[in-house]
């Protein structure tokens, strides 16, 4: 089966860097997205890894390692309004539906 | 354009009743997915479309829950009778490809009583 694996809270101060990590299992791998969600609000997507390596996106950074199934989530500059969950997510095994995680509160303090 | 837009917002419904809940898609994206998200079991995928058609509805409880999709904007999920576990908030989002991520709408939150 598919298991998706990443910390169920973290808490860092305004203006800190935090990562966020996700290890998963699968086969047939199609790669690795990230996404955000607002308390009562919907997931938004941050963004993708289809190859190992680091992708940044503003203070946004996303990084893939195939062979380790592991990724991770940064936040750099980190401001108030970035506390909220934060979900990897892999395809399913078949098909082209993704499977979410359990996702990560993140929670920003002055 | 206006996003994925679904529609109710909130719904209260009683239990054995019968709920519809809706959802337009963004205009030329191919896929449309039905996702449910409830505290103990995050966010779960209930079935999704390709071109209108069903590809994978694995994720559907039971034969309480139906979907459809009629044409490329518009897609409607059922559940009836309807139970006080079926509570949740409902998301509908659609795609052009995973690379360019999904869209989701607002979400239903229902709740049966």
């Known amino acids: 089966g598919q298991s998706l694996e990443q910390p169920s809270e973290v808490t860092a101060v305004e203006g800190a860097i935090v990562q966020i990590n996700c290890t998963y299992q699968t086969s047939g791998f199609y790669g690795l997205s990230w996404y955000q969600q607002h308390d009562g609000g919907a997931p938004t997507f941050l963004s993708y890894?289809?190859?190992?390596g680091l992708e940044e996106t503003g203070r946004f950074s996303s990084f893939l390692s195939r062979s380790d199934s592991y990724g991770y989530l940064l936040l750099q500059e980190l401001q108030m309004k970035d506390s909220a969950s934060y979900f990897c997510a892999v395809k399913k095994n078949s098909g082209y539906a993704l499977n979410f995680g359990k996702g990560t509160s993140l929670l920003v303090t002055p | 354009d206006a996003g994925v837009i679904q529609s109710p917002r909130h719904e209260v419904t009683e239990m054995g009743q019968e709920v519809t809940l809706r959802c337009k898609p963004i205009s030329g994206h191919d896929y449309l997915f039905w996702y449910r998200q409830t505290m103990m079991r995050g966010l779960e995928l209930l079935i999704y479309f390709n071109n209108n058609v069903p590809i994978d509805d694995s994720g559907m409880p039971e034969d309480r829950f139906s979907a459809k999709m009629p044409n490329a904007s518009f897609s409607t999920l059922k559940i009836q009778p309807s139970e006080p576990r079926d509570s949740a908030v409902y998301f509908c989002?659609?795609?052009?490809?995973?690379?360019?991520?999904?869209?989701f709408g607002s979400g239903t939150r229902l709740t049966v009583v």
């Open positions: 989002a659609s795609s052009f490809t995973v690379d360019h991520g999904y869209t």
């Open positions: 890894n289809a190859l190992d």
